[in-house]
């Protein structure tokens, strides 16, 4: 199975502020099956970006999804108050299907 | 519009069995696999398995192998997981996550609220 280590575990940041997530894998993932989501609390996951790159539906350009192989990385260009939750990767590739241990953004 | 409704909180005493559905509404049923996620309180989320709706073929993670049954009922689009002897452990919220691309490997584009199964004697 494919380890997915993201990092950091907490990023502290300022509403305007740049966030950039890591995700990193154990083997490479190949055709860029990665994913992103976003968890809030007592809510379930939503996807945001899928392919490594392309936005899901109804996400706001300032996600973007970037990276190849085994390190790939979230950013948000300008974090709204909207967007303080936890991100979590996921690789779906052909070693099946995990999850990364999450990295949760707060505000500063 | 498209969305996964699942069934409501279940507590239950070690070695008993829980069934969680969950119900599709608004796309074809039968036109993608059905993925279930666990997460524990405070931790994060683990891959069960999936099931083709059309045809009722799973395929689960190797932990839940020998204890997770996944079904489905096409007649009424819900699909079905359940767990078998129970340990305080497994006390989880359960997802049920449609795959976007209908090929088992796959991102997750609509999820199920969620069911909280707690495990307690």
């Known amino acids: 199975e494919i380890v997915l280590t993201q990092s950091p575990a907490t990023l502290s940041l300022s509403p305007g502020e740049r966030a950039t997530l890591s995700c990193g894998a154990s083997?490479?993932?190949?055709?860029?099956?990665l994913a992103w989501y976003q968890e809030k609390p007592g809510l379930a996951p939503r996807l945001v970006i899928y392919d490594a790159t392309r936005r899901a539906t109804g996400i706001p350009d300032r996600f973007s999804g970037s990276g190849s192989g085994t390190d790939f990385t979230l950013t948000i260009s300008r974090l709204e108050p909207e967007d303080f939750a936890v991100y979590y990767c996921q690789q779906y590739g052909k070693y099946g299907l995990t999850f990364g241990g999450g990295t949760k953004v707060e505000i500063k | 519009q498209v969305q996964l409704v699942q069934s409501g909180a279940e507590v239950k005493k070690p070695g008993a069995s829980v069934k969680v559905s969950c119900k599709a509404s608004g796309y074809s049923f039968t036109g993608y696999y059905i993925h279930w996620v666990r997460q524990a309180p405070g931790q994060g989320l683990e891959w069960m398995g999936w099931?083709?709706?059309?045809?009722?073929?799973?395929n689960h993670a190797q932990k839940f192998q020998a204890w997770v049954t996944m079904t489905r009922d096409t007649s009424i689009s819900t699909a079905y997981m359940e767990l078998s002897s129970l340990r305080p452990d497994d006390t989880a919220v359960y997802y049920c996550a449609r795959g976007r691309e209908g090929s088992g490997l796959e991102a997750f584009d609509i999820w199920g609220q969620g069911t909280l199964v707690t495990v307690s004697s």
């Open positions: 083997q490479i993932i190949g055709s860029s099956h």
């Open positions: 099931i083709i709706p059309n045809s009722g073929v799973t």
